[in-house]
Nanobody
C-alpha cells in the first residue's frame, strides 16, 4: 500500500510558524489526493487542508484559511503544510493522508485510505 512519513512538528509560541512535510513512498493505488488532518485529545479527526496532485487545486478548513498553505512537490513525492500565525487551538497531532476522488467531501477522512503516523504540533500562548 505504501508509506507516508510526516515530519516538522514541534512546539512553538502563538504567532509562530511551522512547516510540516509528508513523504510518500511506494504508494501505488493511484490516488490523486493528499490531505492534512489533525486530532486533539478527545476530539474527532478533522480535515485541515487537501490538494489534488495533478491540478494542484487546494482546499482548506475555514479555521485555517489565510494561515495555512498546502503544497506539493510531485517529483519528490512530498506534500507540505506551511502553518503561520499559529494559535493554541491549532495544537494537535497532524496526520498526512492519501486518497482519491470519491463520494465524500474532500476534507472528510473517509475519502482517504492511507495514513501516516502523525507529527505533534503544540502551540503555547
Amino acid at each position: 500500500q505504501g508509506q507516508l512519513v510526516e515530519s516538522g512538528g514541534g512546539s512553538v509560541q502563538a504567532g509562530g510558524s511551522l512547516r510540516l512535510s509528508c513523504v510518500s513512498s511506494g504508494y501505488t493505488s493511484g490516488g490523486n489526493l493528499m490531505g492534512w488532518f489533525r486530532q486533539a485529545p478527545g476530539t474527532e479527526r478533522e480535515g485541515v487542508a487537501a490538494i489534488y496532485l495533478g491540478a494542484g487545486s487546494t482546499y482548506y478548513a475555514n479555521s485555517v484559511k489565510g494561515r495555512f498553505t498546502i503544497s506539493r512537490d510531485n517529483a519528490n513525492n512530498t506534500v507540505y503544510l506551511q502553518m503561520n500565525s499559529l494559535k493554541p487551538e491549532d495544537s494537535a497531532m497532524y496526520y498526512c493522508a492519501a486518497g482519491r476522488t470519491g463520494k465524500w467531501a474532500i476534507l472528510n477522512p473517509r475519502q482517504y485510505d492511507s495514513w501516516g503516523q502523525g507529527t505533534q504540533v503544540t502551540v503555547s500562548s
